[in-house]
């Protein structure tokens, strides 16, 4: 989504469970990604993934599920975009073994979509994530926006927002971790200033617990 530094769930003090799509075809996987597609001024763009080892070990830096009893994962994605418009959706489906107790498999299903438009110096941005564990599982999703600004070419702010649900399951009641983020980033010649600061209630689905994080970066290149 739009922003002037990084995502609105960095730095948040919070895992995003519903952000899970990707998260488990990362582990060494054959991707495809089309060559850009022109149609009456719109632009089509397709990835596929094939992981033989879904939620196997990933490299560094990604974030992999990493979670006993995956199998194979297959994703598919496509980005469309016409007159500032971009449109976005994807769904990564795992086969997974055993669940729990349940002694049976069942598949999980990540998906997402996600809108972005940008006119002149304003950006926003709206999506939706899901996180279907499949039967015995927990499921989670995820939904925020941002919006960003450039005051002139040299800087830029924004503010956006997540809210995370784990769904309820049996007797256990949902509950909801909201994020906010507020940040701004400042470039003259070779120096650049970005400054970020997250607040998140609820974090890790904790009621009652608020988790505050500020970053000022400071850069310079040569």
Known sequence: LPNAYEETSDQAGHSFAGQAIGGT???GSI????PTIEFGGASIDVVADFDPNGGGTAGAGTGADNAAGYSSSMALGTKVSFAGLSLYAAQEEVETALIGAQNSAADAVHSMVQATYSAGPISIGYGEWYKNAGNGGTDYST???SVAFA???????????L???REAISATAAETADATSIQASYTMGSMALKIQHNETDNSYFNANQTTD???IALSFSF
Do not use: K, M
């Open 143 to 145: 939904d925020g926006w």
């Open 31 to 34: 991707s495809y990604l089309s």
């Open 213 to 215: 994080n500020t970053e």
């Open 163 to 165: 809210e995370d649900t």
């Open 25 to 27: 075809s990362e582990g």
């Open 151 to 161: 005051v002139n070419d040299d800087l830029s702010v924004s503010y956006g927002t």
